[in-house]
Nanobody, 127 residues
Framework: FQLQASGGGLVQPGGSLRLSCVAS????????IGWFRQAPGKEREGVSCISSSGGHTYYIDPVKGRFYVSSDNAKNTVYLQMNNLKPEDTAIYYC?????????????????????WGQGTLVTVSS
């Protein structure tokens, strides 16, 4: 399995970026994909995920209403549209195959299945 995240960059507060996650060696049809981020000096945290069907999504509270995850299974690509970016969004962003946990019909949390993270893509939000 190999996942490659891209699309990061330097953006001013309030700006937008769209990250892409491309898979090789497997199909997104079979796996949920999550976005994670690691800020300097902090532990990696899960940010968002999308189910294999694309019918279920999950966001942590700090990004709700600003980040949107989507998938194009024909292209084996998952996207993370990030709007109204804040300095606290500055981090290296990674994508990973995840296991999702449901509660009341919605994804309540997620956990990475593998511990191989790749290089990620750096998002810097600064004026």
């Amino acid at each position: 399995f190999q996942l490659q995240a891209s699309g990061g960059g330097l953006v001013q507060p309030g700006g937008s970026l769209r990250l892409s996650c491309v898979a090789s060696g497997f199909s997104f049809d079979d796996y949920a994909i999550g976005w994670f981020r690691q800020a300097p000096g902090k532990e990696r945290e899960g940010v968002s995920c999308i189910s294999s069907s694309g019918g279920h999504t999950y966001y942590i509270d700090p990004v709700k209403g600003r980040f949107y995850v989507s998938s194009d299974n024909a292209k084996n690509t998952v996207y993370l549209q990030m709007n109204n970016l804040k300095p606290e969004d500055t981090a290296i962003y990674y994508c990973q195959v995840v296991k999702t946990y449901f509660m009341s019909g919605r994804i309540s949390t997620m956990a990475p299945i593998y511990d191989s993270w790749g290089q990620g893509t750096l998002v810097t939000v600064s004026s």
